[in-house]
């Protein structure tokens, strides 16, 4: 496999998975000027970066709420208890609702690889970058241009078919709040716990 690790800012280290990555070109004639738009990259990969560790989500499909700790929710802005509003064989949701429009959805997922999904589908998202959270395989996605202002996924591969998405979103948007900087926090938080 071949990586480029670039660097982020703030201690974030992205990979870039070059090998994979494919570029089309749309060309978009503007007012008959015939001006083109700038290329969108569409990434996409054909095998899934390795695994540094295996872990284990099916002990928290009835509890994914116990997966980020108080402290933990009330760092990203949520002071209130979550709720487990939603849970099937292969799939378990988490919400936490703050005030100002903000809210947290943590979503397990069992027999499904996320993250390879989410680059099969390149068209569905804006923002899209290969990532590491606590070493492990993930994408950060967005419906918006970079930065997002109203909301942000972090997925976690974290077993062969096995990935966990915090999800923050914010409404009305705000250029001021890292949405995707708190999700990250809350997946980094998600990792740590199952690997404790």
């Given at each position: 496999m071949i990586f480029k690790d670039v660097g982020t800012g703030g201690g974030a280290?992205?990979?870039?998975?070059?090998k994979w990555w494919a570029v089309a070109t749309t060309v978009v004639l503007v007012g008959g000027c015939g001006s083109p738009q700038p290329p969108a990259v569409a990434p996409t990969f054909d095998v899934p970066p390795a695994l540094t560790k295996l872990y284990d989500l099916s002990a928290?499909?009835?509890?994914?709420?116990?997966?980020?700790?108080p402290a933990v929710s009330q760092r990203v802005g949520f002071d209130g208890k979550p709720h487990?509003?939603?849970?099937?064989?292969?799939?378990?949701?988490?919400t936490w609702e703050g005030g100002q429009g903000v809210r947290l959805v943590l979503t397990l997922f069992d027999g499904?690889?996320?993250?390879?999904?989410?680059?099969?589908?390149?068209?569905r998202w804006l923002?899209?970058?290969a990532a590491e959270v606590r070493g492990q395989p993930a994408v950060v996605a967005s419906h918006e241009n970079d930065p997002p202002a109203t909301g942000c996924?972090?997925?976690?591969?974290?077993?062969?078919?096995?990935?966990?998405?915090?999800?923050l979103s914010v409404y009305p948007a705000d250029p001021t709040?890292?949405?995707?900087?708190?999700?990250?926090?809350?997946a980094e938080s998600v990792v740590e716990q199952l690997g404790s």
């Open positions: 280290r992205v990979r870039v998975f070059g928290f499909f009835l509890k994914p709420c116990d997966l980020v700790p487990f509003h939603y849970s099937e064989p292969d799939r378990a949701d988490c499904v690889d996320r993250v390879a999904e989410e680059f099969g589908q390149p068209g923002y899209l970058v996924s972090v997925v976690v591969r974290v077993a062969e078919r096995q990935s966990v998405q915090a999800e709040f890292p949405v995707c900087a708190k999700a990250r926090v809350v």
